[in-house]
């Protein structure tokens, strides 16, 4: 051929004699939004890999995504309205399931599974108001209120709260995230002064926002750590602890406003330390 040879490159990696790029980017893609890819290593389609166990999903997801122009908010769209995607959790018959398929590698149900490092980062300066709303630009400081894609990444000088969360280090290729779980990640959500920041905006927007009626602003700091609103028991719980936590305080020397503010830090702490705030169900 006459033509540039990257031009050439570029032709035979979507041509349609090589399904292999489709394939590889529908896992991605399944990866992305299941928790877990058709295929289990996203970043090895060898021949020494374990059989995806759908492979007929995988190839009829690839052959329409390329037949449809190659457009990824079509495929996130097939996916996210498909009945496979939006079971829950849980399951009654989960046991008859698990003896059919240990393995799950059959989706009967959604993977629970952790937020990453930047959802965790961005879930918490939502709940709290201050995530700003911006498309594309230069990257920002590691304490700006912007999406985490949007954060410098420096190899010297890292965000605590992504590093603690198993962000990749930018230096590897990183084809699915490590998922740990340490003691630093607790004590961090405790006790890092970016969190407690995030708790104190919290209870001031939910108070201010619910014109200080306490009911309104616990069923508004609910609904904005979890997207709903609490039961009439979490209601009067959350009513509960904040008179224990002010009477507390009180009895320790605290003036009656200050012990109510720090009661109210200490209910939007807890629900962005909850697992219903970390984890996806």
């Known amino acids: 051929s006459d033509e540039p040879r990257r031009v050439a490159l570029a032709r035979w990696i979507v041509s349609n004699e090589n399904p292999l790029t489709a394939r590889v980017i529908v896992n991605r893609v399944w990866l992305a939004l299941m928790g877990r ?3 289990d290593s996203p970043t090895d389609f060898g021949r020494m890999t374990r059989t995806p166990a759908m492979p007929e999903l995988l190839d009829f997801l690839a052959d329409r995504w390329r037949r449809e122009g190659w457009s990824l908010k079509r495929l996130v769209r097939q996916i996210v309205t498909s009945a496979t995607y939006r079971q829950a959790s849980v399951r009654a018959d989960e046991e008859a399931c698990l003896s059919l398929d240990p393995d799950r590698n059959y989706v ?3 993977e629970r599974r952790r937020l990453d490092a930047g959802q965790i980062r961005d ?4 709940a709290s108001g201050e995530l700003t709303s911006r498309r594309g630009g ?3 400081e590691l ?3 912007v999406r985490s894609v949007y954060l410098q990444v420096m190899r010297n000088r890292r965000e605590p709260l992504l590093d603690a969360f198993d962000f990749p280090d930018r230096i590897r290729s990183c084809g699915s995230r490590n998922v740990t779980t340490s003691p630093l990640q607790a004590l961090l959500l405790m006790n890092h002064p970016w969190t407690l920041a995030r708790a104190t905006t919290m209870s001031r927007q939910v108070r201010s926002a619910a014109g200080y009626r306490e009911e309104a602003a616990v069923d508004l700091a609910f609904r904005s750590s979890f997207g709903r609103s609490p039961t009439a028991d979490e209601t009067e719980a959350g009513l509960a602890f904040l008179r224990q936590q002010s009477d507390a305080a009180v009895a320790a020397g605290r003036s009656i406003e200050a012990a109510r503010d720090d009661a109210w830090i200490d209910l939007c702490h807890g629900l962005l330390n909850s ?6 169900d």
């Open 108 to 110: 009967w149900r959604a």
């Open 37 to 39: 890819g058709l295929v």
């Open 143 to 145: 304490d700006a209120p």
């Open 275 to 280: 697992n219903e705030f970390l984890f996806l």
């Open 123 to 126: 879930a918490m300066l939502a």
């Open 138 to 140: 230069p990257s920002s």
